[in-house]
């Protein structure tokens, strides 16, 4: 045996390793004795401190049985784990990009900008939580709706912010916007019942409507909303989606009006509205209308929220307000079932909003949100003018932009990429590919850089007008 | 202002609070200015430097606006977040017990013994992650499918140590088995196919399939291995879920015959197998047959894997792998759908896989489970003798102790906690509540202490028999 004591590998895993490779490769067969600790470390010039630690490794993974005084007796442990002793060494990490702009200017929708994640925040938390006795949750299956620390800072917030009404038994925590319309259908019965959803609409919750037996009816939005009711009263849905801070993706806010009717409709009709307020946490012109949930007065209302936005896309995290008979039929269906999120994203997201962390991050998004969204819109309007109209209403993270001169979006975004610019169509958003947008185009502004939307936009603008 | 040099909280932090107070109190109204820095600094006797830091963060946040020299100026934020300014200071944090036993001696099965989770290595994993250029991967949405290096590691010890033969493509990453079974579901046709399961049979398994409107057909596995066989062949089913390795909760192992029969079966029926093969880190007597996975020749096992027996069951972490015509399926319906695990997660469980600290992690742990299935084993024969069969095969982490005197499982179940025993009954796995298996209790050793064992089964055996 050799030690290398310049390497980096501490003496004890030298010693380790090389008496795993001599057990491996018969030098010490099952049943043989390894060299006592003493006589070893008088041999390898090393402390027996060095060498009684590398033993304790090989019996606490089961190679030797043993202790000090008595010998270390080389053990069979073939049946144990198929084989994984003689998996070669560690390889080396490679890391891969995360995400790879679309173009030289890319005004995708989702995405967040490098550095939006509070990551060293996160680093102290997740130290602090697995240090804890908190960090013992990892070895249990925990609250299948939740953790209730994170329920209650989510629901705390919702009632005192948005008027949203509320308590944390009502918040079930969901992975994402699709698990949780996946498991809300679960409720209905996939057989009798319809469900409806804006036309356009997010496709993400399009999808998984069309992987379930429900039969799906668009009910449309980009044209007056009496066209809205009229398919909606037409087709006797349980449940309609809905966005109506900011309908995606068109931007329309829903008039007041529209939501006391739309309320009304449910109640009228023992149905559901899933109403989606994605975006709430960006608002840059007026305060918001407040969400259909703090309007009904008659429990009819599912509203569900996200940190995809305003924290993580990559962290899987968002939450359902269930209103009471359905919180009951969800109880009753997940009861026994698991958590789909992580203990340790929900004890780390609960951690950073009780800390009051959240609310300082989410005022310094908030205002390079702001900044962008300026820097977005005069840009537009100084570099096309009367060319384009602009559909944003002060909210989100992105707009439209319809080109009156006839071209297509497929044109448009044709003529935009080969400027190395980056925008985006909408017709996956449709139900039907025939739809009235086809020359509009949809220009994000979460993903790209504050510095990089001036210059983008006047490359657009040369790519479609020069 | 008052500064107070002795709190913990920095200077620059108790003036940032001290002027938002005063901007939410009206002492400095919305277009007021706020003091000079220099002029403040004076005031305070403290440095430029730290009022600069405090003006930094409030004109982040968007409380005021302006620059050193030209002066601070109060902004309306009124609008931006529906009023979190006005949020109260953070709150401290309440840890809560994440697990309380259910008596002095709790044979739990599924949560793992406290220390189990190897939280050291994960915060050095995480920091890493967090710190390096893969940290940006929070800010974007991932891989539907699961992150590559995860897959990667996981295909590799597949194919390796369980003759699985898979390519990382194949595997699917999932937020556990029911979110698992739910997403395999959406392949099938819920109106016309069939599905079975064995009988009695894993319950998170069987809640999944009752939310769904497939027709769900029971398989025994508790009898001769022909009525599986018999049940199935009834009821044609498209999909089979079976757990080969160690039937849960009977024990038992699936002959090798009945293997291949299975497998031809599905092959002649155009139907697919789902392989759950939860237990197979834990063997304690003798090497396991061969997964279904790597016996079957056309391509009609799904063969289903977790993290939560050797990892942590609250991670949420398992995986499916999938066959080609599976896959192209389930391509098909996630391709432009989002995880449903957290990057984070993904990403440092990778990192523990390629760095060998899995396999070192998981042998310690091996070993720890067999010296608790010796201790229970034998602290049963010792203590009970042949009042009781002990149904096991030296694998998993839970047993069945069939107490031959004819008293019903309820009955020993409340005698045991009378005594501060928690053993657990088997009607929760079974189709219906009658079931030949009512003098059969549930002993996990997967949550209790090592040392807790001979005592617990002492004081069983106290409250059953004398």
């Known amino acids: 045996m050799h030690l290398d004591e310049s390497s980096p590998t501490p003496l004890y895993r030298q010693i380790y390793d090389s008496i795993r490779e001599d057990i491996a490769g018969g030098t010490y067969p099952v049943g043989s004795k390894l060299p006592s600790i003493r006589g070893l470390a008088e041999e390898l010039h090393c402390s027996r401190n060095t060498i009684d630690s590398a033993y304790s490794m090989l019996v606490e993974e089961g190679f030797v049985t043993g202790r000090p005084g008595s010998g270390y007796i080389v053990q069979d442990r073939s049946h144990l784990l198929e084989g994984v002793d003689a998996l070669p060494a560690p390889r080396s990490w490679q890391s891969s990009p995360a995400y790879r702009p679309g173009a030289r ?40 709706a939740g953790e209730e ?16 009404d509320c308590s944390p038994d009502q918040v079930i925590v969901q992975a994402g916007t699709a698990a949780s319309v996946q498991n809300l259908l679960t409720l209905f019965d996939s057989v009798h019942d319809v469900v409806a959803m804006e036309d356009p609409g997010y496709d993400g919750v399009r999808q998984v409507f069309s992987r379930s037996t429900f039969k799906v009816m668009p009910c449309r939005v980009a044209g007056p909303v009496e066209e809205f009711f ?10 309609v989606y809905v966005t109506p801070s900011s309908q995606f993706p068109t931007c329309r806010v829903m008039p007041i009006k529209a939501r006391a009717r739309l309320i009304a409709w449910a109640e009228a009709n023992d149905a ?3 109403e989606d307020d994605y975006c709430r946490d960006f608002r840059y012109t007026e305060r918001p209308l407040p969400p259909l949930q703090s309007m009904d007065q008659s429990g009819r209302v599912v509203y569900m929220g996200t940190f995809s936005k305003s924290l993580s896309p990559a962290m899987r995290l968002n939450y359902l307000v269930l209103p009471p008979k359905l919180l009951d039929r969800w109880n009753e269906q997940f009861r026994n079932s698991y958590p789909t999120v992580p203990w340790l994203s929900q004890a780390a997201t609960a951690r950073f909003m009780a800390s009051g962390q959240w609310e300082r991050h989410l005022r310094k998004l908030q205002m390079k949100n702001l900044r962008k969204y300026k820097a977005l819109t005069s840009a537009l309007r100084e570099e096309m003018g009367d060319a384009v109209d602009i559909l944003e209403n002060g909210t989100g993270l992105h707009l439209l932009v319809d080109v009156k001169d006839g071209r297509s979006q ?49 490359a657009l603008a040369s790519a479609w007008f020069s």
Chains 1, 2 share one sequence.
């Open 105 to 144: 200017y890319d005004f995708t929708y989702g995405n967040l900008e490098p550095g939006t994640f509070p990551a060293t925040a996160w680093r102290a938390i997740v130290d602090d939580l697995l240090l804890s006795v908190d960090g013992l949750a990892c070895n249990v299956y925990t609250n299948p």
């Open 149 to 164: 620390e994170l329920r209650r800072e989510i629901a705390w917030r919702l009632t005192r912010l948005r008027d949203v």
């Open 230 to 239: 009229e398919d909606l009263e037409a087709c006797h849905p349980k449940l």
């Open 272 to 274: 559901y509205i899933l």
């Open 410 to 458: 497929d044109e448009l975004i044709a003529l935009a990429r080969a400027s190395d610019v980056a925008v985006y169509g909408t017709d996956r958003y449709w139900q039907s590919p025939e739809h009235p947008l086809k020359s509009c185009v949809l220009v994000g502004f979460s993903a790209i850089a504050e510095e990089d939307i001036a210059p983008g936009v006047r």
